[in-house]
Nanobody, 124 residues
Framework: QVQLVESGGGLVQAGGSLRLSCAAS????????MGWFRQAPGREREFVAG????????NYADSVKGRFTISRDNAKNTVYLQMNNLKPEDTAVYSC?????????????????WGQGTQVTVSS
């Protein structure tokens, strides 16, 4: 059974930082691209960042470029999202997703497995 479990969310002031983690089990992590998506109340889910299964290609939403960094540790079956200079508009539930042999696409339909999400709240 595939499981993706996010952690690291919380409440932070604007300008602060958080690091999200997503631990994967039940799949061949090393051959899966990983993505982070977020959904704010009343809004559609949106792509945040993706990383290829090899880890040599990353992809970011324009809204987070230069502030967020996605990385992966295949030895730990974990993908990370380092979020710096957080803004109130970054407030959302952040979920990770896995895409077999993918490149970290922004298209959520390419992802096969999803975690439950972790709440990130940024106060002004």
């Amino acid at each position: 059974q595939v499981q993706l479990v996010e952690s690291g969310g919380g409440l932070v002031q604007a300008g602060g930082s958080l690091r999200l983690s997503c631990a994967a089990s039940g799949l061949f992590f090393g051959r899966n691209a990983m993505g982070w998506f977020r959904q704010a109340p009343g809004r559609e889910r949106e792509f945040v960042a993706g990383i290829s299964w090899i880890g040599n290609y990353t992809n970011y939403a324009d809204s987070v470029k230069g502030r967020f960094t996605i990385s992966r540790d295949n030895a730990k079956n974990t993908v990370y999202l380092q979020m710096n200079n957080l803004k109130p508009e970054d407030t959302a539930v952040y979920s990770c997703a896995a895409d077999d042999y993918g490149l970290g696409s922004s298209n959520e339909l390419k992802y096969d497995y999803w975690g439950q999400g972790t709440q990130v709240t940024v106060s002004s």
